[in-house]
Every structure is written in structure tokens, then in C-alpha cells.
């Protein structure tokens, strides 16, 4: 059974900063690319970065530059590092992992950019 279990989310004010987590299970972690997407309230749900098995990276233009994906594999865990929030970051952000050709995402967490 793959679970996926993202924290880290909160209130921030702009200009600060965030690392959410995504613990992940049932599955053999090292060999999955690993996604991060985001949903803003009355908007599509839009990719943020990727990860491959290999360390390889992709961003979404919109955080190019502030936000930093990486893995442990050790933890099974992916890592999102967020700097230079915006506003406009503000979302529920998910983990997500394609596994036998089935997209799994977790329950999300919350990033609130306001002051």
C-alpha cells in the first residue's frame, strides 16, 4: 500500500521561509521519481518540482531560484525547502509518486504566505 505523508506547512509571512517533508511507504523508494504540486483555492492543481531516482531536478518557473527539492533515500523522504515566499505561494501543497502507472498523492498540507 503506498502512503505518502507531507508536514511542514504553516503561516509565514512573505519573504520568509518553509521546508515541508514527504515520508513515503510502500514502495522502493530509490527508484521513483518523486513530485511536488500545489492547489491554490479556486485554481488548478499545478506542478512544482520533480525529482528523479537519479537526483535529477526539475522547477516550475514560478520558484525556480527559492525553492529547493531533494531526497533521502535513507528516510524514504523528499524535501521541499522554500525561501523568498510570496503570496502568491500560498497553497496546499501535495507529494506526489507514480507507481505502476498510478499517480499517488498525500493529504497535503497547508503553506499560508500573508502578514
Known amino acids: 500500500q503506498v502512503k505518502l505523508v507531507e508536514s511542514g506547512g504553516g503561516l509565514v509571512q512573505p519573504g520568509g521561509s518553509l521546508r515541508l517533508s514527504c515520508a513515503a511507504s510502500?514502495?522502493?523508494?530509490?527508484?521513483?521519481?518523486m513530485g511536488w504540486a500545489r492547489q491554490a483555492p479556486g485554481k488548478q492543481r499545478e506542478f512544482v518540482a520533480v525529482?528523479?531516482?537519479?537526483?535529477?531536478?526539475n522547477y516550475a518557473d514560478s520558484v525556480k531560484g527559492r525553492f529547493t527539492f531533494s531526497r533521502d533515500n535513507a528516510k524514504n523522504t523528499v524535501y521541499l525547502q522554500m525561501n523568498s515566499l510570496k503570496p502568491e505561494d500560498t497553497a496546499v501543497y501535495y507529494c506526489?509518486?507514480?507507481?505502476?502507472?498510478?499517480?499517488?498523492w498525500g493529504q497535503g498540507t497547508q503553506v499560508t504566505v500573508s502578514s
Open positions: 510502500g514502495i522502493i523508494f530509490s527508484s521513483h521519481a
Open positions: 506526489t509518486v507514480d507507481y505502476l502507472r498510478t499517480p499517488y
Open positions: 525529482i528523479t531516482s537519479g537526483g535529477g531536478i
